[in-house]
C-alpha cells in the first residue's frame, strides 16, 4: 500500500536533486531509469521488507527521531541511498504543503516529544487510543519527513506503537482508498475518519 502522495509537486526548482537529470525518477541503488519499472521493483522490495518487521521485529526503538528514521531506513534500504534520511527539499501534494525541510528535525522532536507526554498513549480504551493514534499519524504525515517511504514509514511506526500499547493492527484490513480520503481529512485537522480506520483493523478489539 502506497501512501497516495508518492508524487510531489516541486514549483521551487524545476529538477529535484533526489531525481536523475531531467526526470521526475528517484535516483536509486538499482539505477532504474523507467518510472513503472522503479515503483514496481519498490513495490515488491518493500512488501517483503514491512513483512520482516511484522513478522521478525527487526527495528526497535523509543517512538522518537532516531525510531522513525530507522523504520525507514530498513524498509527502503534496498533501494534509496536516502533511505533513513530526512528530505532536503520543500514539496507540495496539490493544495498540501509538507513541512519546510529545514524545520522537518525541530516539529518532529517537538511532536514525539509530546507523544512522550501523552505516555505512548499506554494505557487508553480503544476509542482513546484511534482519536490519538490518528493525531499523531497526520501530524507527522504533515511533516513529511522523507522525500519518499513517508505514507509506508508512518503506519509501521503506528503500527509499532499500537503493539507497545496492546493493540494488533493490520493495515491490508482497510482500502488504500478509504486510507487515503482519511489521510486527507486531516490535513483540516478531522481525524474522525482517520481514527475511525484505526479502530476497524485493530485486530484485537
Same mark, same amino acid.
Given at each position: 500500500?502506497?501512501?497516495?502522495?508518492?508524487?510531489?509537486?516541486?514549483?521551487?526548482?524545476?529538477?529535484?536533486?533526489?531525481?536523475?537529470?531531467?526526470?521526475?525518477?528517484?535516483?536509486?541503488?538499482?539505477?532504474?531509469?523507467?518510472?513503472?519499472?522503479?515503483?514496481?521493483?519498490? +513495490?515488491?522490495?518493500?512488501?517483503?521488507?514491512?513483512? @520482516?518487521?511484522?513478522?521478525?521485529? /527487526?527495528?526497535?526503538?523509543?517512538? *522518537?527521531? !532516531?525510531?522513525?528514521?530507522?523504520?525507514?531506513?530498513?524498509?527502503?534500504?534496498?533501494?534509496?541511498?536516502?533511505?533513513?534520511?530526512?528530505?532536503?527539499?520543500?514539496?507540495?501534494?496539490?493544495?498540501?504543503?509538507?513541512?519546510?525541510?529545514?524545520?522537518?528535525?525541530?516539529?518532529?522532536?517537538?511532536?514525539?516529544?509530546?507523544?512522550?507526554?501523552?505516555?505512548?498513549?499506554?494505557?487508553?480504551?480503544?476509542?482513546?487510543? +484511534?482519536?490519538?493514534?490518528?493525531?499523531?499519524?497526520? @501530524?507527522?504525515?504533515?511533516?513529511? /519527513?522523507?522525500?519518499?517511504?513517508? *505514507?509506508? !514509514?508512518?503506519?509501521?511506526?503506528?503500527?509499532q506503537l499500537a503493539l507497545y500499547c496492546g493493540y494488533d493492527i493490520n493495515w491490508s484490513l482497510i482500502d488504500k482508498d478509504t486510507l487515503l480520503n482519511a489521510m486527507i481529512a486531516a490535513v483540516d485537522k478531522?481525524?474522525?475518519?482517520?481514527?475511525?480506520?484505526?479502530?476497524?483493523?485493530?485486530?484485537?478489539?
Open positions: 500500500m502506497s501512501s497516495g502522495f508518492s508524487k510531489y509537486d516541486r514549483k521551487q526548482v524545476s529538477q529535484s536533486r533526489y531525481c536523475y537529470p531531467e526526470t521526475d525518477v528517484l535516483i536509486n541503488k538499482e539505477n532504474i531509469s523507467d518510472a513503472k519499472a522503479l515503483s514496481q521493483f519498490e +513495490a515488491d522490495i518493500t512488501l517483503i521488507r514491512q513483512y @520482516e518487521l511484522e513478522k521478525e521485529e /527487526p527495528v526497535k526503538g523509543r517512538f *522518537g527521531v !532516531t525510531h522513525l528514521k530507522r523504520i525507514h531506513a530498513y524498509i527502503f534500504q534496498d533501494i534509496y541511498p536516502f533511505a533513513g534520511k530526512f528530505r532536503l527539499e520543500d514539496i507540495s501534494k496539490g493544495s498540501t504543503f509538507f513541512c519546510r525541510s529545514e524545520h522537518i528535525e525541530d516539529n518532529l522532536k517537538n511532536l514525539l516529544s509530546e507523544l512522550k507526554s501523552d505516555h505512548y498513549l499506554r494505557g487508553l480504551e480503544l476509542d482513546q487510543f +484511534a482519536e490519538k493514534a490518528a493525531y499523531y499519524m497526520s @501530524e507527522i504525515n504533515m511533516i513529511h /519527513p522523507f522525500r519518499e517511504g513517508n *505514507g509506508r !514509514t508512518i503506519r509501521e511506526f503506528i503500527r478531522d481525524y474522525k475518519p482517520l481514527s475511525a480506520c484505526i479502530k476497524k483493523i485493530i485486530e484485537n478489539k
